[in-house]
């Protein structure tokens, strides 16, 4: 059974159209997290959330906004896409604080047209 | 800051031969550092970590704290080993932190 699902699996926007990617978990874990991966890159870590408490990277773009409205979903918006944005969007798990298992969903790729 | 190098995009092997994915990081702290895998069309998914010290399926990984270093390897490939590995650190943050992967083919 899927623990981490994000929906849609594909998502085409049009540049500048707000969008929302969801992610949603069954394993009642602490902390989620949202990656943009691009082409022959590393997934790069937009933000996470600890329960309620969001962690936004330094260099995360104000475009980007993400809400947990409780522990198991999670939304990553798009004010306003760019050209740019188009990668593949990840979101995961982990249980707790410390070196716990990261779990993954299967990613939605976003296509800005 | 912390970084994961992982210098080779592409790697073929041999069936049966030795195959060795290399990774290095920059961390100022003691990193935590992992091996995921993402088979094709299957999502990424945890290979192995080093505080376990453990093999699984055939691979093992010994973090060297002297060249920092967490190089990936398993003594004899097998084909259902093709697939994209990433090495990742976690900080004290709990932030995931992942190298550019690394394309593995095994040849029959």
């Known amino acids: 059974d899927a623990m981490v699902i994000q929906n849609p699996r594909y998502q085409v926007t049009q540049f500048g159209k707000p969008v929302t990617l969801s992610c949603s978990q069954t394993?009642?874990?602490?902390?989620m997290y949202w990656y943009q991966q691009k082409s022959s890159q590393a997934p790069k870590l937009l933000f996470h959330?600890?329960?309620?408490?969001?962690?936004n990277e330094a260099d995360t773009p104000d475009n980007f906004q993400s809400r947990r409205p409780n522990t198991s979903f999670c939304f990553l918006d798009i004010r306003s896409p760019g050209l740019g944005d188009a990668a593949m969007y990840l979101c995961?798990?982990?249980?707790?604080?410390?070196?716990?298992?990261?779990?993954f969903g299967q990613g939605t790729r976003l296509t800005v047209v | 800051a912390q970084r994961v190098t992982q210098p080779e995009k592409l790697l073929s092997v041999f069936k049966g031969a030795p195959v060795e994915l290399k990774c290095n990081y920059s961390?100022?702290?003691?990193?935590?550092l992992f091996w995921y895998v993402q088979y094709s069309r299957q999502r990424l998914q945890l290979l192995l970590r080093?505080?376990s010290r453990e093999s699984i399926k055939g691979f093992t990984a010994d973090l060297n704290k002297g060249e920092t270093s967490f190089h990936l390897k398993k003594p004899f490939a097998q084909e259902e080993d093709s697939a994209m590995y990433y090495c990742?650190?976690?900080?004290?943050?709990?932030?995931?932190?992942f190298g550019t992967g690394t394309s593995l083919t095994v040849i029959p």
């Open positions: 995961a798990t982990s249980r707790d604080w410390g070196s716990t298992e990261a779990f």
């Open positions: 394993l009642n874990h602490n902390v």
């Open positions: 959330y600890y329960d309620k408490d969001f962690n």
């Open positions: 961390y100022s702290g003691s990193p935590e």
């Open positions: 080093h505080i």
């Open positions: 990742a650190l976690v900080n004290t943050g709990n932030q995931f932190y």
